[in-house]
């Protein structure tokens, strides 16, 4: 009886080697294909990951220009922003996109540029244009000394904040998830209102 428990007991040692040896096996081949696995999809992700999309400023201007003795407020303003996917595959949703217009931190404008969302195909250029009431800064703000200033030189440095959200289209079933983006873009204008001519067709910064 002592000897049979010894000869079980070692059958049983057998087994359980035999069983890590397989299961030693199994997880090799498993992290092995985990591992391929893992190097394709970077692979895939490298040529099909998706790229911002490009924003430069193609025309603004403020109706009627700017006076260095009287606050803008009351006028329009138009901007137009040209839009471009260059992704060669994959489309963009965008939310609803709001614009503002800061001369350093005061405040010149704000509004809806696009109301409602939209799709930009793959390999396409959209304009975003806009209208705007401008609304200051007026003659008894901190900042009318800098903007009247400014607008004397003939050199009005604005910043034309577009934001919205997008989502990327890889295919009809596989969305990525909706992020919020910011797109700054810097540009000068005369005293005439319009661009200075090293403005025109300025890139945007965008934040993601
Ligand atoms: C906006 O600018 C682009 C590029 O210059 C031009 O093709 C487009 O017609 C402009 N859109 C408007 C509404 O002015
Ligand atoms: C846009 O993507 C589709 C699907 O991937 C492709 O068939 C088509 O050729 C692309 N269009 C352009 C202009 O690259």
Redesign the pocket.
């Known amino acids: 009886m002592h000897q049979g428990g010894g000869g079980g007991s070692r059958a049983r040692r057998t087994r359980d080697s035999c069983a890590a040896a397989l299961a030693n096996t199994l997880c090799s081949l498993l992290l092995g294909l985990l591992l391929v696995a893992g190097v394709v999809l970077f692979v895939l992700w490298l040529g099909l990951r998706p790229h911002r999309p490009r924003f430069n400023i ?2 603004f201007s403020v109706a009627g220009g700017l006076d260095p003795d009287s606050s803008p407020a009351g006028a329009s303003l ?1 901007f ?3 839009d471009r996917n260059p992704n060669r595959h994959i489309g963009i949703y965008y939310d609803a996109m709001h614009a503002s217009v800061h001369f350093y931190d005061a405040l010149v404008a704000s509004g809806p540029a696009f109301a409602a969302g939209w799709y930009q195909p793959n390999k396409t ?1 959209t ?1 975003i ?1 806009g209208r705007l009431d401008v609304r200051g800064p007026d003659t008894t703000d901190a900042s009318w000394p800098t903007f009247s200033a400014a607008v004397r030189a003939g050199r009005v440095p604005l910043r034309l904040q577009l934001t919205t959200a997008i989502r990327f289209r890889v295919t009809n079933a596989f969305h990525s998830g909706s992020q919020r983006m910011h797109v700054s873009c810097d540009l000068v204008v005369a005293a005439d209102g319009d661009l200075l001519p090293d403005s025109v067709g300025a890139a945007c910064d965008r934040y993601l």
């Open positions: 193609a025309s138009a137009n922003v040209t250029t304009s244009t």
